[in-house]
C-alpha cells in the first residue's frame, strides 16, 4: 500500500509507527473516539417508536436494524478480524468508520424516500460491518502499548462501548423532538427522522476521525519506561510466545474462553433483557403504584451505569489478580449471587439492588477482560483477529439469553411476583457453574501451537520497514 | 503528526510528550461521555423515592 512517491499510503502501519516521545496516553482517547461512538447500537431503541409510527412498521420490523448489525458485528468481526491485525489499526478505524456512517446515511436516504430495506441494510448491514470492525480496531493496539497494564487498557476501550448508548440516548430523543419526529408527537414528521439519521452521520464522522488521526503503533521494541517484561508478576497462565489466529481456535483454550464468555454474556442478559419487568414484578406490592414505572426506568439506568463501570473496574483490578481469578469472581460469585437474589426474593430491597448491581458489573467485565485474557494465552501476534473469532460467543449468548428468559417468563405468566423468574434465574446458574468449571480447565497452551520467533519477527520487520 | 522513520527503539523519556494534544484528546470523549452520565444519573433517585 505504498504510495508512488515511496512514502508508506496514509493508511499503512509503517505510517503510523510512533515516534520517540509519543504519549501512549493518547491511544485510549483514540479507541474511545471509535468505541464511543459504535455503542450508539444499543441506543437503537430511541429510534425505534419514532420509525413504527412514522412508517407504520411493527415492532418485529422496528427491531430489524439492531438485529442485523449485532449479527452483522459477530460476523464481521470474525472475518475480518485477520486483516485488522495484517492492515493495522489506522486502516481498521477508517473503515469502520466509513461503514458505520454509510450506515446511517443509506438509512436516512431510506427514510426519506420510503423505503425500509433501505434502513435495514443500510444501518444493520454496512453499519454492521463497521460495528465488528470497530469494536477490535483499537485492541490489539492497545495491548501493546499497555503490556504492563492490558486490562486497563482495554477496559477503558470496553468501557466506551457501553457508554456510547448513554450518550446517543438523550442525544437521539431530543432530536427526534426538535424535529417533530418524537413518537409521543400527534404526527410523527419522517423528515425529521431522516435529518436525524443523517446529522448522526456527519457528527459521528467527525468525533471518529479522531481515532485514526490519533492511532499510533509502538515501534519495534518499545516498552514503558521503567517495566521490564521479565519483572512481570510470576504468573503460570501468561505465555511469552505467540499463536496465529488459524492455530488459536484449534486449542482447547480457545473454546473454553468461548464458553465462559457466552455463558457469562448469557447470565448478566438474563437479567438486563427484562430489567424493568423484574423489577415491577419482584416489587409492585412494597412501591406506591405512581412511582414504579419511574422506579423500574432508574432501575434499568443503575445497571446500565454497572455494566459500564464494571468494564473499567475490574477487568484494571485483572491486572493484580491474574485473569483466571477474576473469572473465577466473575462466574463463581455471579453464581452465588444469582441465588440470594432467587432466595432473598421481594423481600430486601437493598440486597436486590446490591445483587443486580453485581451480576451486571460482571457481565461487562467479561466483555473487556477478555481480551487481555487472550493476550496472556495466544500472544499479541494475532490477538486481534483471535478476538474477533470469539465474539461469536457473544453472538451466540445474545440469543440464548433473551431466548432463555423470555420463553420461561411467557410460560409461566399466569404466575406472579419473582416466582416467575426462579427456573430462569436456576438456568443462569448452572450456565455460571458450567463457565466456572470450563474456566478451572483452561491451561497454558501446549508448545506445539506456538509460532516460530522466526515468522513472527519477520512479519513485523515487514511492516516496520 | 507521525514520523514513520522511527524504527529504534523508543521508550516514554525520550522526544516531547505532546501534552496539549493529550488533553484536548481526553476533552474531545470525556465531554460527551458526561453528558451521557449525567442524562443518566438524574433518573437514579427516581429508584428510591
Redesign the interface.
Known amino acids: 500500500m505504498a504510495a508512488a512517491s515511496g512514502?508508506?499510503g496514509f493508511l499503512t502501519r509503517?505510517?503510523?509507527?510512533?515516534?520517540?516521545?509519543?504519549?501512549?496516553?493518547?491511544i485510549p482517547?483514540?479507541a474511545?473516539?471509535v468505541h464511543?461512538s459504535i455503542g450508539q447500537v444499543y441506543a437503537w431503541s430511541a429510534f425505534k417508536a419514532s420509525l413504527e409510527k412514522g412508517m407504520d412498521i411493527g415492532g418485529v420490523a422496528s427491531a430489524l436494524p439492531f438485529t442485523l448489525g449485532i449479527v452483522m458485528l459477530g460476523l464481521s468481526a470474525a472475518v475480518f478480524g485477520t486483516k485488522v491485525d495484517a492492515n493495522g489499526p489506522r486502516w481498521a478505524m477508517v473503515v469502520a468508520s466509513s461503514c458505520f456512517v454509510a450506515g446511517f446515511l443509506v438509512a436516512s436516504l431510506g427514510v426519506y424516500t420510503g423505503q425500509y430495506w433501505l434502513v435495514v441494510l443500510g444501518y444493520g448491514g454496512i453499519g454492521g460491518i463497521g460495528l465488528g470492525i470497530g469494536y477490535i480496531s483499537p485492541v490489539s493496539t492497545l495491548i501493546k502499548w499497555f503490556p504492563d497494564r492490558p486490562g486497563l487498557a482495554t477496559g477503558i476501550a470496553i468501557m466506551?462501548f457501553g457508554?456510547g448508548?448513554?450518550?446517543?440516548?438523550?442525544?437521539t430523543s431530543s432530536m427526534l423532538t426538535s424535529f417533530g419526529a418524537a413518537a409521543s408527537a400527534p404526527e410523527v414528521d419522517t423528515d425529521g427522522i431522516a435529518l436525524a439519521f443523517l446529522i448522526h452521520g456527519v457528527v459521528y464522522a467527525v468525533?471518529m476521525s479522531?481515532g485514526w488521526?490519533?492511532i499510533?503503533v509502538?515501534?519495534?521494541?518499545?516498552?514503558?519506561?521503567g517495566w521490564e517484561p521479565s519483572a512481570q508478576k510470576d504468573n503460570a497462565m501468561i505465555g511469552r510466545s505467540n499463536v496465529s489466529a488459524a492455530n488459536a481456535i484449534r486449542t482447547p483454550q480457545f473454546w473454553l474462553l468461548w464458553i465462559v464468555l457466552c455463558f457469562n454474556v448469557t447470565a448478566g442478559i438474563g437479567i438486563l433483557e427484562k430489567a424493568n419487568p423484574i423489577f415491577q414484578d419482584f416489587f409492585r406490592d412494597s412501591t406506591p403504584a405512581e412511582?414504579l414505572t419511574?422506579?423500574a426506568?432508574?432501575?434499568v439506568?443503575?445497571l446500565?451505569?454497572a455494566n459500564m463501570l464494571g468494564r473499567f473496574i475490574w477487568s484494571s483490578v485483572s491486572d493484580l489478580v491474574g485473569r483466571k481469578n477474576i473469572y473465577r469472581l466473575y462466574l463463581g460469585v455471579g453464581a452465588l449471587l444469582y441465588v440470594l437474589l432467587t432466595l432473598v426474593g421481594e423481600t430486601s430491597k437493598p440486597v436486590f439492588?446490591l445483587c443486580s448491581i453485581l451480576i451486571l458489573s460482571f457481565y461487562g467485565a467479561g466483555f473487556a477482560t477478555v481480551p487481555a485474557y487472550l493476550r496472556d494465552l495466544f500472544g499479541t501476534y494475532q490477538v486481534g483477529a483471535i478476538h474477533g473469532r470469539l465474539l461469536t460467543a457473544w453472538s451466540t449468548a445474545g440469543v440464548l439469553g433473551p431466548v432463555i428468559v423470555n420463553a420461561i417468563a411467557d410460560a409461566r405468566a399466569d404466575v406472579a411476583g419473582p416466582a416467575k423468574y426462579t427456573p430462569a434465574f436456576l438456568i443462569m446458574i448452572v450456565l455460571l457453574a458450567i463457565g466456572f468449571a470450563a474456566n478451572e480447565l483452561i491451561r497454558p497452551v501446549a508448545a506445539r501451537w506456538h509460532e516460530p520467533e522466526s515468522t513472527v519477527r519477520g512479519e513485523r520487520t515487514e511492516v516496520?520497514? | 503528526?507521525?514520523?514513520?522513520?522511527?524504527?529504534?527503539?523508543?521508550?516514554?523519556?525520550?522526544?516531547?510528550?505532546?501534552?496539549a494534544?493529550?488533553v484536548i484528546?481526553?476533552l474531545?470523549?470525556l465531554v460527551?461521555?458526561l453528558?451521557?452520565?449525567y442524562?443518566?444519573?438524574v433518573?437514579?433517585?427516581?429508584?428510591f423515592?
Request: proline letters at 14%.
Open positions: 512514502r508508506p509503517e505510517r503510523i509507527v510512533a515516534p520517540p516521545g509519543w504519549s501512549r496516553w493518547l482517547p483514540a474511545l473516539a464511543l466506551g457508554g448508548a448513554l450518550i446517543a440516548n438523550p442525544w468525533f479522531l488521526l490519533l499510533r509502538p515501534a519495534e521494541g518499545w516498552k514503558p519506561a412511582t419511574a422506579a426506568v432508574a432501575f439506568s443503575v446500565s451505569l439492588l516496520q520497514t | 503528526m507521525s514520523n514513520p522513520a522511527s524504527s529504534n527503539p523508543a521508550s516514554d523519556t525520550t522526544g516531547r510528550p505532546p501534552v494534544l493529550v484528546a481526553w474531545w470523549v460527551p461521555f453528558y451521557g452520565l442524562s443518566l444519573v433518573k437514579i433517585p427516581a429508584l423515592g
